[in-house]
């Protein structure tokens, strides 16, 4: 089982709805009461506290608000579901003791809310090798009156150590370095897209060489009245036969080079 982040984004607050049981249905007799756990990085340490358990079956939404007083404010926190209680401090992210299940993976209900709607997606977050990279394009940018675009990259390594690298943003056709903007480890790091020249019809790039994340596109508008979340996938996932880590390899190495500063 994976870690289920609770996501920050400007003018919205996060919240994760844990699922105790099986996300396939050939595996639904693995019937177990698990502890709610909330992780985070110290800078030395990884710090756990037990929140509570879930029955077989259960359902349970953690708010930001739930763990403000546990999670420092400028710290990711981190949900789980395990059998046995977290440790209360360790040097490296914990393996989860959670119910074994094959696949799909088991997932959670990450969303974002502000006090007129809400929007979400089915998610995960595992640990990143801290030698990882990101290339992504952003298909997803909203554009009309009051919308506000931001790209929040999730990212979380077995290390507590706070690092940081650099997120390139370019227009895809042109190669036109847009701007630069550091981004953190074991963190959601918000950049808003706004203000780049970006139109309908242009196709961001955006390429992190030192570290790898998951990216989200979160846009509201009318004051957040309205929301969406989207995320985009590896470009392993767009791979249907043969070495999909390679061809991925390939991919980054070709896209690096012709976005060369």
């Given at each position: 089982m994976s870690y289920y982040p609770i996501l920050q984004a400007p003018g919205a607050k996060g919240w994760v709805t844990l699922c105790n049981f099986s996300p396939n249905n050939w595996e639904s007799n693995l019937r177990q009461q698990q502890f709610i756990n909330v992780t985070w990085a110290t800078g030395d340490l990884w710090a756990s506290k037990t929140l509570g358990v879930l029955a077989p079956g259960g359902l349970r939404t953690i708010t930001a608000g739930d763990v403000a007083n546990v999670v420092p404010a400028d710290a990711l926190a981190l949900?789980?579901?395990?059998?046995?209680?977290?440790?209360?401090?360790?040097?490296?992210?914990?393996?989860?003791?959670?119910?074994?299940v094959s696949v799909p993976a088991w997932r959670a209900t990450l969303g974002l809310s502000t006090p007129a709607a809400q929007t979400s997606y089915q998610g995960e977050l595992d640990a990143f090798p801290p030698q990882g990279s990101l290339l992504t394009f952003g298909p997803f940018l909203q554009f009309g009156e009051s919308i506000k675009n931001h790209l929040i990259l999730l990212n979380v390594e077995n290390s507590p150590a706070k690092r940081?690298?650099?997120?390139?943003?370019?227009?895809?056709?042109?190669?036109?370095?847009?701007?630069?903007?550091?981004?953190g480890n074991n963190a959601a790091t918000g950049v808003s897209l706004d203000g780049f020249g970006f139109g309908p019809?242009?196709?961001?790039?955006?390429?992190?060489?030192?570290?790898a994340a998951i990216p989200l596109y979160f846009s509201s508008a009318m004051e957040?009245?309205?929301?969406?979340?989207?995320h985009t996938h590896p470009p392993a996932s767009l791979?249907?036969?043969?070495?999909?880590?390679?061809a991925q390899k390939l991919l980054k190495s070709r896209w690096f080079a012709k976005a060369s500063t």
């Open positions: 949900l789980s579901l395990t059998r046995t209680p977290q440790p209360a401090e360790i040097a490296v992210l914990p393996k989860l003791d959670t119910v074994p940081s690298a650099e997120l390139e943003i370019y227009d895809a056709a042109t190669l036109e370095l847009k701007g630069r903007f550091p981004v019809g242009d196709l961001p790039l955006f390429v992190c060489r030192g570290m957040g009245a309205y929301l969406s979340l989207e791979v249907v036969h043969g070495r999909r880590w390679e």
